[in-house]
Each structure stands twice: as structure tokens, then as C-alpha cells.
């Protein structure tokens, strides 16, 4: 009796030992610390990306209403009116430390009067730049006019290619899941000022 008294008493004192149970821990909540920080980093990441293709956006828009529209009927596959502002989008992403995917070199296909970049250049491939110099919209005007008003504008759609790094990390987590690479997308308008 006493014997197995004692083999109770070592089995009790054998469960309430921890000294293994740091490991445990660590080994529960590591992942979903790389998770969080990896989770952090991406998303910040795209944050500010977002923030850099809106302002090349707006900064293309502004340069777009100011050039002329005597070219945009031209045979020509980029006129020169065009082509300024695949170049400005294209230096700006340059100077803001983002690839420009090939931009600089990319020929447009144009319907009506929107032209359309798109680049496949290896691993930044699937940049699309919108040039739409044909926007028009109306305008309401209070008394005493009567009539609407239609403003020419300018659109410039920009959409850039993200790859996601927290595919990686959530497969610790979930193994098999996926989160889809997409694009960053921004667009302005202006009028044309011409």
C-alpha cells in the first residue's frame, strides 16, 4: 500500500512539473508571432505603395491636362502628348524607388481616345497605364444659368503588380492557403486645361 502511495504521489508531482511547458509555448505562439510581423510589414508595404501610385497618378493627371490634344488624332501609335505622360508616370515611379516595370519602353494600344501601356517585363510584369484624354462629365450651375455644363477631362488610371509576402507566412498557420497577389490601383482626373 505504502508503495503504491508513493507511485501516486511521483505521478502527481510528475504533472505538475513545467519545466518543459516554455517550450510548449513557444512552439504554439511562435507562428503567429512571424504571422503578425509578417502580416505588418506586407501591409505597410502595400500602404505605402498605394500612397506613391496616387501621387504619380495625380502628378500625371495634372501634366496631362496641360498638353495639347492637336496630336491625339495622329496615325501614330504614341503621340508625343501621350508619350510625355507615360514618361512623367514612368520617371516618377523611378524617382519614388519603385520599378517601373518597362514603362518607358512600352507601345500603347489606343481605342477612341483612352491609350493603354501595358508591360510584361519578367518579374514585374502586368503594369497597365490608362491615358483617357475623352472624359467628359456635367456640371450643374446655379442661377442665373440655365443650362448644364460639360468639362473635358483627363483620366489617368495607374495599376501596379503586388506580389504578397504573407503567403509564406500564413501557410505556418493554415497550411494551403492562399492569398492572392493583386494590383495597386489609383486614378485621376482633371480637366483639360488647354
Given amino acids: 500500500m505504502f ?29 503567429l508571432l512571424i504571422v503578425f ?16 501610385i496616387t501621387h504619380i497618378t ?15 488624332l495622329s496615325s501614330s501609335p504614341c503621340p508625343s502628348s501621350i508619350c510625355a505622360i507615360r514618361n512623367v508616370v514612368a520617371e516618377a515611379l523611378i524617382s519614388s524607388g519603385v520599378n517601373d516595370c518597362g514603362l518607358s519602353t512600352a507601345t500603347p494600344t489606343k481605342a477612341a481616345l483612352a ?8 518579374n514585374c510584369s502586368g ?11 456635367g456640371a450643374t450651375l446655379a442661377s442665373p444659368f440655365q443650362t448644364g455644363y460639360t468639362i473635358e477631362a483627363t483620366s489617368v488610371t ?8 504573407f503567403n509564406r507566412a500564413i501557410s505556418l498557420i493554415a497550411p494551403g492557403a492562399n492569398y492572392a497577389s493583386g494590383l495597386v490601383q489609383s486614378v485621376a482626373t482633371m480637366q483639360n486645361l488647354n
Avoid: M
Fill in 127 to 137: 503594369l497597365i497605364l490608362i491615358v483617357n484624354r475623352g472624359v467628359t462629365y
Fill in 58 to 72: 495625380e502628378e500625371a493627371a495634372r501634366v496631362a491636362a496641360n498638353q495639347p490634344t492637336s496630336d491625339l
Fill in 37 to 52: 510581423a509578417v502580416g505588418i510589414y506586407d501591409f505597410s508595404s502595400a500602404f505605402i505603395l498605394k500612397q506613391k
Fill in 3 to 31: 508503495r503504491a502511495l508513493l507511485k501516486q504521489i511521483r505521478a502527481c508531482s510528475l504533472l505538475s512539473d513545467t519545466s518543459g511547458s516554455e517550450i510548449i509555448e513557444l512552439a504554439v505562439s511562435l507562428p
Fill in 158 to 165: 495607374l495599376k501596379y503588380p503586388h506580389q504578397w509576402q
Fill in 115 to 122: 491609350w493603354t501601356f501595358t508591360t510584361s517585363n519578367g
